[in-house]
């Protein structure tokens, strides 16, 4: 996935974050990337901002956006913008 999205110059990627796990796969629920995996993805491939989405949507599909910030904060990249915690961002470039 990378590869694929590395040379489209990203500005803000909207990642999910809900995960997957071999519980809901028996369900036939797919998921997506983790909390990890968005913040990981959206550094590679060098967007400016990444918004964690998909989350909460379903019952027993769930994804935690306080683990994305506290992942980012620890990676040294968290801007909560201006007026407080209003969503998520990680501005990749330092």
Same mark, same amino acid.
């Given at each position: ?71 980012? $904060? =620890? &990676? @040294? +990249? %968290?801007? $909560? =913008? &201006? @007026? +407080? %915690?209003?969503?998520? &961002? ?5």
């Amino acid at each position: 996935m990378v590869e694929r999205l590395a040379g489209l110059d990203v500005d803000v990627a909207l990642i999910p974050i809900n995960g997957r796990d071999w519980f809901r796969e028996q369900r036939q629920i797919i998921g997506n990337t983790d909390y990890r995996e968005a913040a990981d993805l959206g550094h590679a491939i060098g967007a400016d901002v990444i918004v964690p989405t998909h989350f909460d949507m379903f019952a027993g599909n769930p994804g935690h956006p306080g683990l994305f910030v506290d992942y980012c $904060t =620890g &990676r @040294g +990249g %968290l801007d $909560t =913008g &201006r @007026g +407080g %915690l209003r969503w998520c &961002r990680w501005r990749c470039g330092g």
